[in-house]
T-cell receptor, first 115, second 113 residues
Framework: DAGVIQSPRHEVTEMGQEVTLRCKLISGHNSLFWYRQTMMRGLELLIYFNNNVPIDDSGMPEDRFSAKMPNASFSTLKIQPSEPRDSAVYFC?????????????FGPGTRLTVL | GDSVTQMEGPVTLSEEAFLTINCTYTATGYPSLFWYVQYPGEGLQLLLKATKADDKGSNKGFEATYRKETTSFHLEKGSVQVSDSAVYFCALSGNSGNTPLVFGKGTRLSVIA
């Protein structure tokens, strides 16, 4: 089975531009998590969804960040406008809903550089 | 709330040395416990897990035992290799399974030949 798929793997953009990161969940999983990782702040949970519904977005840094799940298998994280301090590796992860013993599976990440 | 505390790194070891990375947790009820590993340039991947007290998770020569009496889940390996150089994250899952895993801050391990 395919794992969590993220695209693009690398993104370089200029300050002020809109950036859209994409994530495809593992088939049958219905919880979706977006993380950001930097050297300074480590791994941070940005937002998570259960059954396409956003449950907790308290980790989203600013209104410039938004995330959606247009269907059960796909999610986007958008940054508009982007700033240099948004440079980081962004991971999404998926998990079956309700499985307390279940593993959270991570995608390979998108490395974002904002110039 | 639930939390995970793991030893701060970086940890530098010579090849074939014994590894211990300490992890303790605070949680209500009976959480499941996990160790994840992140190799350079990659995402986090599950290394091992334990779902109830006294369970031992093991994989690739790594082991960790779920100790409820000491609320610990220390990661050990008897003989590390250069290829084990990575960041290791301890994590727990609450009872309901409807919430994200709670991760520790990660411990960077460097193994030198």
């Amino acid at each position: 089975d395919a794992g969590v798929i993220q695209s693009p793997r690398h993104e370089v953009t200029e300050m002020g531009q809109e950036v859209t990161l994409r994530c495809k969940l593992i088939s049958g999983h219905n919880s979706l998590f977006w993380y950001r990782q930097t050297m300074m702040r480590g791994l941070e949970l940005l937002i998570y969804f259960n059954n396409n519904v956003p449950i907790d977005d308290s980790g989203m840094p600013e209104d410039r960040f938004s995330a959606k799940m247009p269907n059960a298998s796909f999610s986007t994280l958008k940054i508009q406008p982007s700033e240099p301090r948004d440079s980081a590796v962004y991971f999404c992860a998926s998990r079956p809903l309700g499985g307390a013993t279940d593993t959270q599976y991570f995608g390979p990440g998108t490395r974002l550089t904002v110039l | 709330g639930d939390s995970v505390t793991q030893m701060e790194g970086p940890v530098t070891l010579s090849e074939e040395a014994f590894l211990t990375i300490n992890c303790t947790y605070t949680a209500t009820g009976y959480p499941s416990l996990f160790w994840y590993v992140q190799y350079p340039g990659e995402g986090l991947q599950l290394l091992l897990k334990a779902t109830k007290a006294d369970d031992k998770g093991s994989n690739k020569g790594f082991e960790a035992t779920y100790r409820k009496e000491t609320t610990s889940f220390h990661l050990e390996k008897g003989s590390v290799q250069v290829s084990d150089s990575a960041v290791y994250f301890c994590a727990l899952s609450g009872n309901s399974g409807n919430t994200p895993l709670v991760f520790g801050k990660g411990t960077r391990l460097s193994v030198i030949a």
